[in-house]
Nanobody, 123 residues
Framework: QVQLVESGGGLVQAGDSLSVSCVGS????????MAWFRQAPGNEREFVARIGPTVYGDKYYTDAVKGRFTISRDDPRNMVLLQMDSLQPEDTAVYYCAAGSSLTTTASRYTYWGQGTQVTVSS
């Protein structure tokens, strides 16, 4: 069993940067595919970014965040980070961390989820 807890959300202005983190417990996150999803009010949960197991390290981003967001791992602290730069109001959402075993952008394929952290970007 894996428990995931996100933190680092908040209220920022357009153009600002923010980093959200996801800390795991119960098992090492280094062997999982880790992903970030987000959900805005009235919208479905959407894929943001994923990173493969540490031994592979490949990264993939949705087009809307390419060049602005960076996903990374901190294995000694059993964490996954999402650095978000040049934030825009359309990035406003609850951001969720997820762990799974497949390199996929489909939310239902991820096994473990955190409770989410709110990111609000004002214009």
């Amino acid at each position: 069993q894996v428990q995931l807890v996100e933190s680092g959300g908040g209220l920022v202005q357009a153009g600002d940067s923010l980093s959200v983190s996801c800390v795991g417990s119960g098992r090492s996150l280094s062997t999982f595919v880790m992903a970030w999803f987000r959900q805005a009010p009235g919208n479905e949960r959407e894929f943001v970014a994923r990173i493969g197991p540490t031994v592979y390290g490949d990264k993939y981003y949705t087009d809307a965040v390419k060049g602005r967001f960076t996903i990374s791992r901190d294995d000694p602290r059993n964490m996954v980070l999402l650095q978000m730069d040049s934030l825009q109001p359309e990035d406003t959402a609850v951001y969720y961390c997820a762990a799974g075993s497949s390199l996929t952008t489909t939310a239902s394929r991820y096994t473990y989820w955190g409770q989410g952290t709110q990111v609000t970007v004002s214009s």
